[in-house]
């Protein structure tokens, strides 16, 4: 058990709808980020944000969407959903510093039909 | 930008066999390098990193890892596998002194263990 949780587990939704995904960080981490891993495109990183503040920014479509609240727990949003956006979406956390161990959450499986 | 290859998508080893997985990366500037381990259906595990000094370094479950700066690569190795060990395993990279740490990561390699 990493101490980060994700929730729901797994979310089955049609195309052109709009689903929240939620994180909880483990205890007195401030950093979360969001990645999605799916067969064709692998593991990606799509934002990072510490303490409340977006710090870096990937491959994150403009219809993804995220924020880290004072509690420290993260939610990404995606809205108008396509087939394509079927994936494991991963949340993980750390410290702050380069180099600090990212624990990973075990996923959120999106299905859109 | 920093990028990662991982040389080989699946690995078939006879159990109690000696494994090297490979990876290779790409960076301008100096990096931070990590080791995850992926079992069905579950989160990322961290199996061992590499910051700075020595070389070598050794991770969970006898597995260990040698930085080579020369060649750019970072390949994990264990002496002896076990069935336990079938997982896909990712190499990661990360910036120092980038202003962020976010992590790139490679395809993976699904390491399949016969008994």
């Known amino acids: 058990d990493s101490g980060v949780t994700q929730t729901p587990k797994h979310l089955i939704t049609a195309t052109g709808q709009r689903v929240t995904l939620r994180c909880s960080p483990r205890?007195?981490?401030?950093?979360v980020y969001w990645y999605q891993q799916s067969l064709d495109q692998g593991l990606q990183f799509l934002i990072q944000?510490?303490?409340?503040?977006e710090r870096a920014k990937g491959n994150i479509l403009e219809r993804f969407s995220a924020q880290q609240f004072p509690d420290l727990h993260s939610e990404l949003n995606l809205s108008s959903l396509e087939l394509g956006d079927s994936a494991l979406y991963f949340c993980a956390s750390s410290e702050w510093g380069e180099g600090k161990t990212q624990y990973f959450g075990p996923g959120t499986r999106l299905l859109v039909l | 930008a920093q990028s990662v290859t991982q040389l080989d998508s699946q690995v078939p080893v006879f159990e109690e066999a000696p494994v090297e997985l490979r990876c290779n990366y790409s960076?301008?500037?100096?990096?931070?390098l990590f080791w995850y381990v992926q079992y069905p259906n579950q989160g990322l595990q961290l199996l061992l990193k590499?910051?700075?000094?020595?070389?070598l370094v050794k991770g969970i479950n006898g597995f260990e890892a040698e930085f080579n700066k020369s060649q750019t690569s970072f390949h994990l190795r264990k002496p002896s596998v076990h069935i336990s060990d079938t997982a896909e395993y990712f190499c990661?990279?990360?910036?120092?002194?980038?202003?962020?740490?976010?992590?790139?990561f490679g395809t993976g390699t699904r390491l399949t263990i016969i008994p």
């Open positions: 590499y910051l700075s000094g020595s070389t």
């Open positions: 205890s007195g981490d401030l950093s």
């Open positions: 990661a990279v990360g910036a120092h002194n980038f202003g962020n740490e976010k992590l790139t």
């Open positions: 944000y510490y303490n409340g503040e």
């Open positions: 960076s301008s500037v100096s990096v931070y």
